[in-house]
């Protein structure tokens, strides 16, 4: 069976948020999988889509920190500049987070390992509501 739909997350700000709840939560339909695969895909250039700890938050500060550090807002390499200091910063981000994740369904849930979770990685200060299109596919 496939099944597909697309979940709107609530804007957020910059950094790393854990989103696993919200995501279950729009996907009520994941209860008829015994066994399958879960495909998640953000439509956006300037976010990403992760899986790391859940536990603790200190980990998605970090995360932030460090790729703030790596990718700096501002620098004079930078021609796309359009759409404001963060936007190329968030495009080059978004590009070595990744934009989709794939996770095995097991008896109607994600399987995800103990301490992981779904993270929305939001590069831009301001980025608005961000749509994933969901793909479910098994028995």
């Known amino acids: 069976m496939w099944f597909q739909k697309t979940i709107v ?12 709840a919200e995501i279950t939560a729009n996907l009520p339909e994941l209860e008829q ?17 992760t899986i790391n700890e859940n536990a603790d938050a200190d980990v998605r500060r970090d995360l932030e920190a460090y790729l703030h550090a790596q990718v700096p ?3 004079s390499y930078y021609r796309h ?6 936007d190329m910063p968030a495009h080059i ?23 992981q979770g779904i993270y929305l990685g939001e590069h831009r200060t301001h980025g608005g509501a961000r ?9």
């Open 73 to 75: 807002e501002c620098a």
């Open 93 to 115: 981000k978004a590009t070595l987070v990744g934009n989709s994740i794939t996770i095995p369904v097991r008896q109607g849930r994600l399987a995800l390992g103990t301490w």
């Open 131 to 139: 749509s994933l299109v969901a793909t479910l596919h098994g028995d």
């Open 9 to 20: 997350l609530k804007p957020r700000s910059r950094g790393f948020h854990l989103i696993t």
């Open 81 to 86: 500049t359009l759409e404001g200091d963060d």
């Open 33 to 49: 999988f015994r066994q399958g695969l879960a495909h998640f895909f953000i439509q956006h250039t300037s976010a990403s889509l």
